[in-house]
């Protein structure tokens, strides 16, 4: 038999659903949906599923993701991120709340040097949640912070979602690289905003005020760090490496700093951290494999057609449309991970957003920003899972304060809905060639 | 528990690997980096492909573990059930479905891994098995895997009911 | 009642687009039975590489306008058909494309991708594209140049002295504007649809390749179609192809000239061009002879 739109559209929705709400992995939920299809519809075969699955890793730009997820890890095994929470604590730690400012200082500086957001989750939550709850902190506030400040990791460049979107949807990265640092840093600041509030609410403790050694101490311990954007940046925009090799060159410096310069990263430890890369990010790719699948179905049956056709005739306006954009990439992250969902969503909108002139940088930060929201927001929000999992708290514990941490970050997205040129200042300022 | 022991080397050989595999992905995309700005080495054209080759093996290698450790993300909605009974069906149920995929895997996948091996690489004309192949080994690993966690539950299941009796 | 499926990368206003519209209303118009076109755009179901995995395997799409390149994963000859500098000018392309010189190559792909030829259309010129000028050979010498995936068009640019580089095609942009490659080489739609003289406003016209773009069928799907409309089809597809070869070859030149009015590209000549077509002779008898097609591309040569 032919399927129509509407039945594909239902079954394949339909079943993803129902197999993620009985606790099948997202990355079989995606591929099994795909099954009756495949099986019903006589135009199509398993060998179909199979193929996007495969193709989708022959993928240039994806090789981004493990690179940056090895720099991250290295950062993490080598201790560098216990500098970086030190430097952290002396920058922010004497406010009201202090742990929990650290908590996101630390994840803005983690998110200059990598582009992944889980291993900021992971490295820093393993060290801070313990922490904040030894000095009182509510577990469900310390994870659900923990969570909420790591997805800057991907809006503060470098980010491999960045990577990812300027490679399929040809627009420069450095642009999008120095686009996403003020809204990231918005973010921060936002953050630290609630993380006050609640400091006041519960009376959490402040982690001390560092005198000037420990300042100097502090500063002089990350500094070698802090570098890594710089070299990351300036490879990109100074044209040694393309936005994928810079990646590696984020990794080999973190190597040289683990292995001889605080020598806290072994031969033999390297092993393990070779291996917990390749563990984690084909993790995360795998799931990308069958998305794809589900993807190009949805497309199979015209249903993304559709949706533009929708969004193009309701004639919304920048603002609108923009709106629109951000819930229908805000909707996808509660279910799948977001680079799928660039190269599923992020290619049928563009056309939408180039027709209600929103510029494509803009565009690219609106889907990105809103993607990130999708790290902590259930049911499939990976920086929620992990940061939960070390809190050893169930996800639906946490939901209430995750919701609470959002409302300010929402605001930031709203903010750049409204006044692009938020985004746009510092990429004309320094990359005005990308703007003719 | 002669095949957990078995099937536990092979997952810890396919540990190694996989740390090996992503270690080497390093090097072809350095390659591409070095001789671009010096004469040390020659431009060679097939770094790209090599490393998208070596990147498909880390992938799939990676999601054989992460069915034996049962490390693929899920979503926890529903928590565990108290009841051994309804806990052996809730689990029992997702292995069941993963073995289902798989093995369509390990099935169609053979005619997919000739297919990769009617084509020939661009640049280095190697014989697109190579990764194709990846494909029903996969799929059979899954199965083998997935089954095992099944027969595993199962056990346990019989072992809190003999206690109970 | 068939149904045939196309799939182009492009939205209605491209060459491609346009000519698969020609090619169904052409079959419609040939044949006596029922017989309908669903034609996907916009690269919904994948891009060209994807649908050469289709076409062999009978899924999905049954027809589709591609890049000779993109089938040479099976069948290694297939690139000989526009390598660079085969075609002299557009009268030789045009003729080579209106004879059945192609003919083994036809056969080989059928045979090892299982895929019909039913015509060719094409007409794009590729030129060298580049973030500063290049007027001669001395300043080709060592120009960092993005080729395309094909071992033939990195040993033909490197005949020329040139610097040929790996980059995928979805990092051209990006490495243009950062300055990892000085430039690439492409047709005139594609420096406009995907806006690379943002970064490489500079068009050297070395004229190096005229497209010659297979229009292509299913193995499966064509021997399951009725005689008739077999021979519907592959009526339609030569016409079609002479459509598409004309209307193509036109639309580049105006697209040149659409972004040269627009100041967004900078054309000129390449000094002494003779000199190119002799340096890469020797290349192009090599890759021909190691692929058995010597008689072929003397054949090309001679129309
Ligand atoms: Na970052
Ligand atoms: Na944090």
């Known amino acids: 038999m032919i399927i129509s739109t509407v039945m594909a559209c239902a079954i394949l929705v339909g079943g993803f659903i129902a197999l993620v709400l009985i606790r099948v992995p997202v990355a079989f939920a995606l591929g099994i949906a795909t099954l009756p299809i495949v099986v019903l519809d006589v135009r199509l075969t398993p060998f179909i599923v199979m193929d996007r699955m495969f193709q989708s890793y022959n993928s240039f730009i994806l090789l981004a993701v493990p690179f940056f997820l090895l720099a991250a890890n290295l950062m993490n095994s080598g201790k560098i991120t216990d500098r970086l929470i030190e430097l952290a604590r002396v ?229 609108g449309t923009a709106l629109i954009i951000a819930f229908l990439f805000l909707f996808f992250g509660l279910f799948i991970d977001a680079i799928p969902t660039i190269i599923i969503l992020g290619t049928v909108l563009m056309p939408v957003a180039a027709a209600a002139d929103i510029h494509p940088v803009v565009f690219a930060i609106i889907g990105i920003v809103s993607l990130a929201f999708g790290l902590v927001t259930p049911p499939y929000g990976l920086c929620l899972l992990i940061s939960a999992a070390i809190g050893g708290v169930n996800v639906v514990q946490v939901l209430r304060d995750v919701v609470i941490i959002l409302i300010p970050m929402l605001v930031i997205l709203i903010l750049i809905i409204l006044f692009p040129e938020m985004v746009l200042w510092l990429p004309k300022a320094i990359m005005p060639d990308s703007f003719r | 528990m002669a095949v957990g022991y ?141 089954l095992y966690r099944l027969y595993e539950l199962i056990a346990i299941y019989r072992n809190t009911k003999g206690a109970e009796a | 009642q068939t149904t045939l499926r196309g799939a182009s990368m492009f939205d209605n206003d491209h060459a491609f687009t346009k000519t698969m519209v020609r090619f169904a209303e052409l079959v419609e118009e040939n044949y006596d039975g029922e017989v309908e076109f669903d034609l996907r755009l916009n690269g919904e179901l994948g891009v060209e590489s994807d649908y050469v995995t289709y076409l062999n395997q009978g899924v999905a799409i049954d027809y589709t306008i591609m890049a000779p390149s993109n089938m040479a994963r099976f069948s290694p000859s297939i690139p000989l058909m526009d390598m660079p500098f085969l075609f002299r000018d557009l009268d030789h392309w045009n003729a080579v494309l209106s004879s059945d010189a192609l003919a083994p190559l036809e056969a080989e792909l059928l045979e090892t991708a299982d895929i019909v030829i039913l015509g060719y259309t094409g007409g794009g010129v590729r030129n060298l594209v580049s973030s500063e000028p290049i007027a001669n050979l001395d300043e080709l010498n060592g120009h960092r140049m993005r080729v395309m995936g ?114 967004q590209v900078f054309v000129n000549e390449f000094e002494g061009r003779e000199a190119l077509l002799e340096m890469v002779v020797p290349v192009q008898d090599a890759y021909a002879a190691e692929l058995g097609a010597t008689e072929l591309l003397e054949s090309i040569r001679g129309m």
């Open chain 1, 91 to 319: 920058l922010t730690g004497w406010m009201p709340g202090g742990l929990g400012h650290v908590n996101v200082a630390v994840s803005m500086l983690f998110a200059g040097i990598s582009g992944s957001s889980t291993a900021d989750a992971a490295g820093c939550g393993k060290i801070l949640i313990p922490a904040m709850v030894k000095e009182g902190y509510d577990t469900r506030f310390a994870v659900a912070i923990t969570a909420c400040s790591s997805v800057m990791g991907v809006i503060i460049p470098p980010s491999i979602l960045m990577v990812v979107w300027g490679g399929v949807m040809q627009i420069s990265v450095g642009a999008l690289f120095l686009a996403g640092a003020l809204p990231g840093l918005l973010i921060g600041l936002a953050l630290m905003g609630t993380v006050y509030g609640y400091a006041k609410v519960y009376g959490y403790p402040t982690a001390g005020r560092p005198d000037l050694g420990e300042f100097w101490r502090a500063f002089k311990g990350a500094a070698l760090a802090m570098l890594t954007p710089m070299l990351v940046i300036g490879g990109i925009v100074g044209g040694i490496v393309t936005p994928t090799e810079s990646a590696i060159i984020a990794a080999a410096y973190a190597l040289f700093l683990g292995m001889f310069v605080y020598r806290t990263v072994s031969v033999r430890d390297l092993g393990g951290i070779l291996y917990e890369t390749g563990r984690f990010a084909s993790i995360s790719l795998f799931a990308i494999g069958t998305a794809s699948a589900f993807g190009w179905m949805l497309a199979f049956f015209n249903v993304p057609r559709l949706i533009v056709d929708v969004m193009t005739s309701a004639h919304l306006g920048p603002f």
């Open chain 3, 150 to 263: 094909a071992p033939i068009q990195a040993q033909i640019f490197a005949a020329l002295t040139a610097a040929p580089s790996a980059i995928s095609y979805s990092e051209v942009y990006n490495a243009i504007q950062t300055g990892v490659i000085a430039g690439f080489e492409n047709e005139a739609a594609s420096i406009q649809n995907l806006k690379f003289y943002e970064v490489a406003p500079y068009v050297t016209l070395t004229r190096h390749t005229i497209t010659v773009r297979p229009i292509v069928m299913s193995g499966k799907t064509y021997r399951d179609l009725p005689a008739d409309l077999q021979e519907a089809v592959m009526a339609a597809g030569s016409e079609a192809g002479a459509f598409g070869r004309a209307l193509e070859s036109g639309e580049d030149g105006e697209k040149l000239q659409e972004m040269i009015d627009a100041g």
């Open chain 2, 6 to 146: 078995i099937l536990e080397t092979f997952c810890k050989a396919l540990r190694v690997l996989l740390g090996v595999l992503v270690g080497s992905l390093a090097i072809p995309v350095a390659m591409q980096v070095i001789s671009r700005y010096t004469d040390l080495i020659p431009v060679y054209l097939w770094t790209e492909e090599l490393s998208t080759f070596i990147f498909v093996w880390v992938v799939m290698i990676g999601s054989m573990v992460a069915v034996w450790d049962g490390t693929h993300f899920d979503v926890q909605v529903i928590p565990d059930a108290r009841n051994p009974l309804m806990l052996l069906i809730q689990k029992g149920v997702v292995l069941v479905l993963i073995a289902i995929f798989a093995l369509l895997f390990a099935w169609y996948g053979i005619d997919y891994a000739e297919f990769g091996g009617i084509q020939r690489s661009v640049m280095m004309r190697a014989n697109l098995m190579v990764t194709y192949i990846s494909v029903p080994i996969a799929g059979v690993v899954w199965t083998v895997f997935a």
